[in-house]
């Protein structure tokens, strides 16, 4: 596996490299919430073992920034906080999995080895029709011709993909694209439905659309689903 580690506690990340990379695993290490922002915006990663408390931007603060920027990659949370309260607040930031410290090693490579195996089977090309959603490299596929998606799309496609033929509130795809937080104007959903129904127009898509469900949102059409 190819891991992002983000932990501060230098003895923990001592421990960690050392035991990881005898299991044969490659391990990137970030100190502080900012160093990570961007490193775990790229594509690569296998897992994301996260601690919650990190100077600066904390882990809670980093995943919801992740999932908000369309990052889909397992995150394993780490912390020392183990009420149900708190695990609660960070499986709903977008944690997949949660640790308490300390912990034993072999649990930790175990569940890393969980998410790994569920995020190759959640990564799967996609296929609507004649088109293909390709979570790893996100792109739109058709044929031999392509369309690169920004990670605003990509979240947002991905979300009517989850569930074709069926209406998708406008409230949840804004969740879904632009996290719990947003407190934006809700039109910038209908500016990216545009810029999505150029992408499937430039290649050429005639059995997928997305369409406007007047007073709900919209929905994936694929070919032989009637319009509502």
Request: some cysteine; charged content about 30%.
């Amino acid at each position: 596996m190819r891991l992002l580690l983000v932990e501060d506690e230098e003895k923990m990340v001592s421990l960690l490299q050392r035991g990881l990379a005898e299991e044969g695993h490659s391990v990137d290490v970030c100190a502080t919430g900012g160093a990570a922002l961007e490193r775990g915006l790229q594509d690569g990663y296998d897992v994301i073992v996260l601690d919650w408390a990190l100077p600066g931007v904390d882990g809670v603060t980093l995943l919801k920034h992740w999932r908000a920027g369309g990052v889909r990659t397992p995150v394993l949370m780490l912390t020392a906080r183990g009420t149900t309260p708190e695990k609660v607040t960070g499986l709903r930031a977008g944690a997949d999995d949660y640790l308490v410290k300390p912990f034993d090693f072999e649990e930790l490579l175990a569940r890393l080895e969980a998410l790994a195996r569920r995020g190759e089977a959640e990564d799967g090309p996609v296929r609507l029709g004649a088109l293909v959603l390709d979570p790893r490299r996100r792109v739109l596929r058709r044929g031999g011709r392509e369309e690169p998606l920004t990670s605003r799309e990509f979240a947002l496609f991905s979300a009517l993909a989850r569930f074709p033929g069926e209406a998708q509130v406008r409230s949840r795809l804004l969740t879904q694209a632009w996290g719990p937080d947003f407190d934006g104007n809700g039109n910038v959903l209908d500016v990216y439905v545009g810029y999505l129904r150029t992408k499937l127009e430039r290649l050429e898509v005639t059995d997928v659309s997305i369409r406007s469900v007047r007073g709900v949102g919209y929905k994936l059409a694929v070919s032989g689903d009637a319009p509502q």
